[in-house]
């Protein structure tokens, strides 16, 4: 159960995501309230989402595998260095508090 809760929130931040993101790029919106505070907890999030994966179990042949070394490997070996990139580019983002376009580009590219 709390697996499936985690997973809808990933899905209503990353929708949340795709529908922000490029409003913010498209109009040059400044970031303040509402948009200040989602472009704060959306790198959080993700971030923490890293963590969470290098927990998860996964299959292999029809089999549960909760070993950690076991997940933190296959993790490793897949999807970690695209996660890693994509949180890097919106933590970058944040340092620079959006104020150029091509720093917004960074993190307008993990849509894509």
């Given at each position: 159960?709390?697996?499936?809760?985690?997973?809808?929130?990933?899905?209503?931040?990353?929708?949340?995501?795709?529908?922000?993101?490029p409003f913010v790029f498209a109009w040059d919106m400044t970031l303040s309230g509402?948009?200040?505070v989602f472009s704060a907890v959306t790198p959080c999030f993700w971030t923490i989402d890293i963590m969470v994966n290098?927990?998860?179990g996964i299959y292999r042949c029809g089999d549960?595998?909760?070993?950690?070394k076991t997940?933190?490997?296959?993790?490793?070996?897949t999807w970690f260095l695209p996660d890693l990139a994509v949180v890097l580019c919106d933590w970058a983002s944040m340092l620079v508090d959006l104020k150029?376009?091509?720093?917004?580009?960074?993190r307008f590219a993990k849509l894509g």
């Open positions: 159960r709390i697996h499936m809760a985690y997973a809808a929130i990933s899905l209503l931040v990353l929708g949340c995501d795709f529908a922000v993101l509402w948009l200040r290098f927990c998860t549960l595998i909760m070993d950690w997940v933190a490997q296959v993790y490793s070996s150029s376009s091509s720093v917004k580009m960074l």
